[in-house]
């Protein structure tokens, strides 16, 4: 496949050609004459990636049918099938997932050229969107954001808080500017940022807390257990021990923590969060044989650093000097 840069240089070549013959461009070449649009494409991307139609709608925020027709236009104008029914589900056929792979491409150089554009038409961002992990507690992001205002008084900033693939998934879907989370995606390069230290936790009245001696898995398989749920689209991942009988799920450490001052449950939780009650004897770390202390690195992730304005850069300077300092040594 040609990649975007050598059609661009062809392109100027052949309008260069064409303005020394005095001809017109469209009589040389239908540049503008694109048998499928943009919104087709991302339809196609959407099916395959959501495993079908319906979920592609939601993705896209359109109704089912809309997509299909996109599809449908799509097939007609390549004479080409891209899906077939195998019992009630579409499959993407080899066709399908060729110019699934070249489309995604595609996609991904045409908003790069978007976003371009708007950088040389902005010298500093209005906006800048970040996802967060909560494995880092709020209160530092915002604590970062408050020494980054000083600089940037007029970058307005949304935070979305994420848990374990929801962050992976804004970056993939270009929801985010910047990303704090504990993998980088692939074709994304993140920078170590911190790493964050989990005990195993309990009221101090708990019954784990009772047994005079060290605890296993067994033992904790009788109790309830407090999980944080992963915030992704399609919640891929989870961490760590979650055998327990009884389990309760919830979507922010903050709720869990709550779980566990009550005396509900255990949990696994960052050290920022409950350095406070465990120096205050109201939380106690579990006596756990194995799996004592469990540590997640962290990553500073760009959706795209090339087109960063400085307003974004100068986020993820602070975010790399200040978040070391407030949650231990990365």
């Given at each position: 496949?040609?990649?975007?840069?050598?059609?661009?240089?062809?392109?100027?070549?052949?309008?260069?050609?064409?303005?020394?013959?005095?001809?017109?461009?469209?009589?040389?070449?239908?540049?503008?004459?694109?048998?499928?649009?943009?919104?087709?494409?991302?339809?196609?991307?959407?099916?395959?990636?959501?495993?079908?139609?319906?979920?592609?709608?939601?993705?896209?925020?359109?109704?089912?049918?809309?997509?299909?027709?996109?599809?449908?236009?799509?097939?007609?104008?390549?004479?080409?099938?891209?899906?077939?029914?195998?019992?009630?589900?579409?499959?993407?056929?080899?066709?399908?997932?060729?110019?699934?792979?070249?489309?995604?491409?595609?996609?991904?150089?045409?908003?790069?050229?978007?976003?371009?554009?708007?950088?040389?038409?902005?010298?500093?961002?209005?906006?800048?969107?970040?996802?967060?992990?909560?494995?880092?507690?709020?209160?530092?992001?915002?604590?970062?954001?408050?020494?980054?205002?000083?600089?940037?008084?007029?970058?307005?900033?949304?935070?979305?808080?994420?848990?374990?693939?929801g962050t992976?998934?804004?970056?993939?879907?270009?929801?985010?500017?910047?990303?704090?989370?504990?993998?980088?995606?692939?074709?994304?390069?993140?920078?170590?940022?911190v790493t964050?230290?989990?005990?195993?936790?309990?009221?101090?009245?708990?019954?784990?807390?009772?047994?005079?001696?060290?605890?296993?898995?067994?033992?904790?398989?009788?109790?309830?257990?407090?999980?944080?749920?992963?915030?992704?689209?399609?919640?891929?991942?989870?961490?760590?021990?979650?055998?327990?009988?009884?389990?309760?799920?919830?979507?922010?450490?903050?709720?869990?923590?709550?779980?566990?001052?009550?005396?509900?449950?255990?949990?696994?939780?960052?050290?920022?969060?409950?350095?406070?009650?465990?120096?205050?004897?109201?939380?106690?770390?579990?006596?756990?044989?194995?799996?004592?202390?469990?540590?997640?690195?962290?990553?500073?992730?760009?959706?795209?650093?090339?087109?960063?304005?400085?307003?974004?850069?100068?986020?993820?300077?602070v975010l790399?000097?200040?978040?070391?300092?407030?949650?231990?040594?990365?």
């Open positions: 496949m040609i990649n975007s840069d050598i059609w661009l240089d062809l392109i100027e070549l052949l309008d260069g050609f064409v303005m020394s013959m005095e001809i017109t461009p469209p009589a040389v070449i239908g540049i503008s004459e694109n048998k499928v649009t943009l919104e087709q494409w991302r339809a196609l991307l959407a099916v395959i990636d959501a495993g079908g139609y319906a979920r592609a709608a939601e993705l896209l925020n359109k109704s089912q049918s809309s997509v299909s027709y996109a599809i449908s236009q799509l097939e007609s104008a390549l004479s080409v099938k891209v899906f077939q029914l195998q019992g009630r589900k579409a499959v993407a056929t080899p066709a399908g997932e060729l110019l699934y792979r070249r489309a995604k491409q595609l996609l991904e150089q045409a908003e790069r050229l978007e976003k371009s554009a708007g950088c040389l038409s902005v010298q500093v961002e209005p906006l800048i969107k970040i996802a967060a992990d909560l494995i880092i507690p709020p209160a530092r992001i915002l604590q970062c954001l408050e020494v980054f205002s000083e600089h940037f008084p007029e970058t307005r900033v949304e935070v979305f808080e994420s848990v374990l693939s992976e998934d804004a970056l993939l879907q270009r929801q985010v500017d910047l990303a704090i989370g504990g993998r980088v995606p692939p074709g994304f390069m993140g920078e170590k940022l964050v230290t989990m005990h195993g936790v309990s009221s101090a009245d708990h019954p784990l807390q009772q047994l005079g001696r060290p605890i296993n898995y067994e033992d904790m398989r009788q109790h309830r257990q407090i999980i944080v749920r992963d915030s992704g689209q399609y919640r891929r991942r989870s961490e760590g021990w979650q055998e327990a009988d009884q389990r309760w799920t919830v979507s922010h450490i903050k709720t869990s923590l709550d779980a566990i001052r009550m005396g509900l449950g255990f949990a696994w939780l960052p050290d920022p969060y409950t350095h406070e009650d465990i120096a205050a004897g109201r939380l106690k770390y579990l006596p756990v044989e194995v799996g004592y202390v469990r540590e997640v690195t962290t990553y500073l992730t760009f959706a795209d650093r090339d087109f960063a304005g400085p307003a974004t850069r100068h986020l993820a300077e790399k000097q200040e978040l070391p300092k407030m949650c231990g040594a990365g």
